[in-house]
């Protein structure tokens, strides 16, 4: 998926299997607190981790956990790979997801490509966080 975008950097949280990218030539971008917007936004692609996806919305929920990493590298950069454990990480329902989860950690909840529309209702993409957003579903 990376090569198939032309990626050239990816930026990996410090937790992350990998093995996940043992097969890419991308620049591996480390996961730090000096990373300023300007420097995310310059990555290519993020491969992160989640702690939990909901089947019945197609949401996944990132938690912060190592294999995530802070919530600001899966909302900056444009391109947002999501690896799901199956059967593991998925439930059928949201309330099932609440059981799963630590209310004092932060959460991102996604259910696809952040896009909104402006006064004139043209679509734009990007404005809340990465303009594609693929997920793989790993047995």
């Given at each position: 998926m990376l090569a198939a975008r032309g990626a050239r950097t990816v930026l990996v949280p410090p937790g992350l299997d990998p093995g996940w990218l043992a097969t890419t030539d991308a620049e591996r971008v480390a996961d730090?607190?000096?990373?300023?917007p300007y420097e995310l936004d310059r990555v290519d692609s993020v491969v992160?981790?989640?702690a939990v996806a909901v089947a019945e919305t197609g949401t996944i929920v990132l938690d912060c956990s190592p294999d995530q990493g802070r919530r600001r590298?899966?909302?900056?950069?444009?391109h947002h790979i999501c690896?799901?454990?199956v059967p593991?990480?998925?439930?059928?329902?949201?309330p099932q997801v609440m059981e799963r989860l630590d209310?004092?950690?932060?959460?991102?909840?996604?259910?696809?490509?952040s896009a909104t529309s402006d006064i004139e209702l043209d679509r734009v993409e990007g404005v809340h966080g990465p303009r594609t957003l693929e997920v793989i579903l790993v047995g």
């Open positions: 730090t607190a000096g990373s300023t992160t981790a989640c590298i899966t909302l900056v950069p444009d690896v799901v454990r593991d990480q998925v439930v059928s329902s949201v209310p004092a950690r932060p959460l991102t909840w996604i259910s696809g490509p």
